[in-house]
């Protein structure tokens, strides 16, 4: 049976490098769906084309029409990754006023399995809001990847896009879908 992973960016650094993180996550044998936020949306917007070929689906970045089909198969589970620090206090505050917001906030609610790892740093993660959307988000049963098990935010324009732990996110995922009956 194949696994579906909604994977979710935002527009931070490594998602400029999301499609490494679809290809780590399909050779996992996840069927991956991406969703972006619209302003990820706009990086990749000239080579869209290259993600729907590599997942297979249609990437959404907007709700749909009323009435309109879901395009997307169901999820297994969901990987906000990377999660920026506007999507995260938007989340945290019940902000869904993007697709990628709106299907993990209903996603963990409907038992879904949702997990997030941040890419931000020190000085935005400083903000008292950080802290309250974190502990609300696990208070609902979000997986918040972040510290030695996650990410580390970096000092202010230190961020290595590049190294981003696409792989440790992954094994997270796996590490709850497989604790789940």
Not at 21 to 35: E, H, K, M, N, P
Not at 43 to 63: A, F, I, K, N
Not at 165 to 181: C, F, T
């Amino acid at each position: 049976m194949t696994r579906v992973l909604y994977l979710i960016a935002c527009a931070a650094g490594p998602t400029e490098h999301v499609d490494e993180g679809v290809r780590l996550a399909q050779a996992r044998s996840w069927d991956v769906c991406l969703i972006l936020t619209p302003s990820a949306a706009r990086w990749w917007e000239p080579r869209m084309s290259e993600l729907e070929d590599l997942t297979g689906h249609r990437v959404r970045s907007q709700y749909k029409r009323p009435g309109e089909k879901d395009a997307l198969p169901k999820a297994d589970a969901m990987l906000v990754a990377p999660l920026s620090c506007t999507s995260l206090n938007k989340w945290g505050a019940g902000i869904a006023d993007t697709v990628a917001l709106g299907l993990v906030s209903e996603g963990v609610h409907l038992g879904v399995p949702v997990l997030a790892m941040p890419y931000f740093n020190q000085a935005q993660g400083a903000q008292p809001a950080v802290a309250r959307s974190i502990a609300d988000l696990r208070a609902q049963g979000v997986v918040y990847l972040d510290g030695p098990g996650g990410y580390e935010s970096h000092p202010p324009k230190q961020g290595d896009s590049k190294a981003f732990p696409w792989s440790r996110a992954l094994a997270a995922v796996e590490a709850v879908v497989g604790a789940r009956p």
